[in-house]
């Protein structure tokens, strides 16, 4: 199993770059939570089921390399406030060898 | 004013068992939500979800966990006071607490146990200029009263079950009930979708989508809003604006009283009690903090425990106490129940 480099902007507009590892079932939503790169209680509220837009991202670069959203992400995004048409839920990407090099910047909240 | 034993900020899981804990050691608890009714995230996230890790349920949906919870507390007669917020608290010179809520509801209790979770769930307010003036008066996040819309004209936003729900309640009483969303499809419980569909066939929910509800109208009250469809936009007479665009939670005022927070939840000393920097006060669940913390349901229920123990030894202090098992024991329900293993059978075999 591979690690796979991210750039992840947080909310304060600074990047980071991280190393996340692809053999821990992680999503992208986890990522930022581990590293600290959004205050807890503002990342992830939903634990992670495309409930709540807490953990919405804007894909800056890579955009190719993600699955297709799926419906209940689709629909959490319809309600959500800040969406652009780059927009995903972080909790919906996985972390996976695909998607080494993604570039994303995390959206405001709430 | 209310009395009681344990005062629990927060009804969800870890609120609704620490009543049973505290029920075996005859300590009465009184909660205190938010939410118009309890099981906090459980009810109003994720019912129909089901959850894998609660011991000795293979599976188990929130929705279900929260009913049984509340029929193992309900010997112990817990009190609620629900739909308000905690917003004041006060150490009173004899050690016990004053909890008053954003709606004036006084509470005394010898303990208080903080369950709030992620905080106070709050409505997620679209982004309308002038919303904020017509709060309640005409713009509503909540719907606690139906029948304060009788014969009235409602436009409903967003495009979950929330939203489906009340268009379909509501058009039972509503003079006019019009749902605007932003695309043609609703994420929601199926048969809600249908019941919508079929409504709307009936011309008794007036269906607006794609849609925005770009301003609001009205002098004193909302009289109108303006929605923008296909690129067009228009005003629709209506008395109240009711966007359910879901809740957000926020620690809320429980950040002001003076307990040690840390990354949005409550620092407490260790594991052994949960106690907070304010003695008598205790966190439990998910709006703790403290080395090795999991926010887990599992977790909390633990912590309950351990925090009625705490209680009890310290409004009972010099009392021995030796830790009883139900099985042994039985639960005697402060409603005269009386719950207790069966004997076993000594009989002689000839």
Redesign the interface.
């Known amino acids: 199993m591979q690690d796979i480099n991210l750039k992840i902007t947080d909310r304060n507009g600074v990047m980071h770059e991280i190393v996340a590892p692809t053999d821990m079932s992680m999503n992208l939503m986890e990522v930022i939570r581990s590293y600290e790169l959004a ?4 990342i992830g ?2 634990g992670g ?1 495309a ?2 837009a ?1 953990c919405q991202v804007y894909v800056v670069d890579g955009a190719e390399k993600l699955l297709k959203m799926g ?2 992400e ?3 995004l ?2 959500a ?1 800040h969406v652009q048409d780059n927009s995903r839920l972080g909790c919906q990407i996985h972390i996976t060898s695909e998607i080494d090099g993604l570039e994303v910047a995390v959206a405001p ?2 | 004013m209310i009395k009681t034993d344990i005062l629990i900020i927060g009804a969800g899981p870890t609120g609704l068992f620490a009543v049973f804990e505290a029920g075996l050691l005859k300590l009465k608890c009184h909660l205190i939500d938010a939410l118009p009714q309890s099981g906090g ?1 459980l009810t109003e ?2 019912p129909k ?1 089901p959850i894998f890790d609660i011991p000795g349920f293979p599976s188990i949906n929130a929705g279900e966990l929260v009913d049984n919870l509340m029929e193992q507390i309900k010997q112990f007669q817990p009190g609620f006071t629900l739909g308000e917020t905690a917003q004041t608290l006060t150490k009173l010179e004899d050690g016990t607490f004053e909890v008053i809520t954003n709606k004036g509801t006084v509470h005394h209790a010898k303990a208080v146990a903080i369950a709030g979770g ?2 106070t769930f709050e409505p ?1 307010k ?2 309308l200029e002038n919303i904020a003036y017509y709060e309640e008066k005409g713009v509503e996040y909540f719907i606690k009263e139906p029948e304060h819309f009788r014969n009235k004209k409602v436009v409903i936003a ?3 079950d929330s939203a489906l729900d009340w268009s379909i309640f509501l058009s039972n009483i509503a003079s006019d009930v019009t749902l605007i ?3 043609n ?3 929601g419980a199926l048969d809600s979708v249908e019941k919508v569909q079929e409504l709307k066939n009936q011309g008794k929910i007036n269906l607006i989508t794609p849609a925005e509800v770009t301003g609001i109208k009205g002098e004193g009250h909302v009289s109108a809003i303006t929605i923008q469809k296909d690129g067009e936009t228009f005003d629709l007479e209506t008395d109240y604006f009711i966007p359910l ?2 809740l ?2 926020k ?1 809320g005022d429980i950040g002001n009283w003076g307990l040690e927070i840390e ?3 409550i620092v407490v000393n260790n594991s052994l009690d949960y106690q907070t920097n304010i003695p008598g006060i205790y966190a439990i669940g998910d709006v703790n903090t403290y080395p090795g913390k999991l926010k887990l349901i599992l977790c909390g229920f633990h912590e309950a425990t351990l925090m009625c123990q705490s209680v009890y030894n310290r409004l009972n202090p010099g009392k021995k106490f030796v830790l009883k098992y139900t099985t042994v024991s039985g639960v005697d329900g402060f409603d005269g129940t009386r719950k207790e293993a069966e004997k076993a059978v000594v009989k002689k075999i000839e």
Do not use: I, W
């Open positions: 205050e807890e209680g503002t509220v939903c089921m409930m709540c807490s419906e209940e689709d629909a959490m319809s309600e406030f909240y709430p | 995230q996230l994720y979800k992620l905080g997620r679209p982004a967003g495009g979950g969303h932003r695309r499809e609703f994420r665009f879901g957000t939670p620690l990354k949005n939840a």
